[in-house]
């Protein structure tokens, strides 16, 4: 299916997101001074947010674009988790498969924000890998969904806050491909070598120098090719895609018959890249779902991403925008493909 037919069908999609959710705080005000006390701004608050952040802003994403979506996730028991949970149901997404687990606190991302600009981020959290049992509650609930209900991709987003132990990603990937179920991952640095044999990994720059422990030249499309076929001869990957910031994306699919290839960013006022690895990981799985050719998988997405830095804090990419910067670019992305 083409990414554009794609779009406007996103409706079509089921997804489970597993992964380390957290709840993402804002302060918003105004800074007139230098405190008295050190020499550090003070802000004046005037708005107080809360927003679904890490895999939940995943979901979020997946259910701006149409789909349909769960969240596997484990969740204190404390108001922040609470806060979670509503918000999830506020926004239509399904909490059946959250585990709430005693004594270890929601992650929770404090970010103060003046003129536009973020000053400050405070994280409270415990990034220990989760126990049993509830490594094993998370797992037979993923397993009751995947079983008793239509899911069209499972995507993992880690974290490194814990979630996702080696356990439950064994568990789960090895449930979705008896079941012929498509999987996501977008990875950080404790499991990068786990995540075997996927549909799509996708890690950023960063993320694949650590996970590699080599050095990658981002300017050297020479240098990006040797590190992108080496993840992917490692991890076994269908698709391999890279996000670069402002050099785009990279991507590589030998068994989709795809050499590598690096699609340019489009210049933009960038003003906050929170979030903009949500929003690729979401589109990239949904355009997947829907069996979309790869470059245009690559292509949507790194629009999605670029979209979603000309805002402030951690927002969703929106479908609408989104279809009108394809229709925008798609002419120049295709001749640029088939240029190469």
Request: proline residues 4%.
């Amino acid at each position: 299916m083409e990414a554009l037919n794609a779009l406007q069908h996103t409706h079509r999609v089921s997804a489970l997101v597993i992964g380390d959710v957290m709840l993402d705080a804002y302060l918003i005000g105004q800074v007139n001074r230098i405190s008295p006390e050190a020499p550090v701004p003070v802000v004046d608050v005037h708005q107080r947010d809360k927003r679904l952040g890490g895999a939940a802003n995943v979901a979020k994403n997946l259910v701006a674009l149409g789909a349909h979506v769960q969240v596997a996730a484990a969740i204190g028991d404390d108001p922040a988790g609470k806060e979670i949970h509503r918000l999830l149901q506020a926004k239509g997404i399904g909490t059946s498969p959250l585990v709430n687990v005693p004594n270890r606190p929601t992650t929770v991302k404090t970010r103060v924000i003046s003129n536009g600009q973020q000053l400050l981020r405070v994280d409270e959290e415990q990034a220990s890998e989760l126990e049993e049992p509830w490594t094993t509650e998370l797992v037979t609930r993923c397993q009751e969904i995947i079983t008793n209900e239509r899911i069209d991709v499972v995507i993992f987003e880690d974290y490194d806050k814990g979630t996702l132990t080696p356990s439950v990603i064994e568990a789960v990937l090895a449930l979705c491909r008896e079941k012929g179920i498509k999987t996501t991952v977008d990875p950080k640095f404790r499991n990068f070598g786990r995540y075997r044999h996927v549909d799509l990994f996708k890690p950023n720059l960063k993320e694949m120098r650590e996970g590699l422990a080599m050095a990658i030249h981002k300017d050297s499309d020479a240098s990006l090719a040797n590190a992108v076929q080496r993840m992917h001869d490692q991890l076994g990957s269908s698709i391999s895609m890279v996000t670069l910031s402002e050099r785009g994306v990279c991507f590589y699919a030998p068994d989709h018959s795809q050499d590598f290839q690096r699609i340019p960013a489009f210049e933009r006022e960038i003003t906050d890249v929170s979030g903009a690895g949500d929003a690729v990981i979401a589109v990239a799985s949904v355009l997947l779902a829907l069996d979309v050719p790869i470059w245009q998988i690559a292509a949507v997405a790194n629009l999605a991403g670029g979209l979603v830095c000309e805002k402030v804090g951690v927002v969703t990419v929106e479908r609408e925008r989104l279809e009108a910067e394809w229709r925008a670019h798609a002419e120049a992305m295709a001749a640029l493909m088939n240029s190469k």
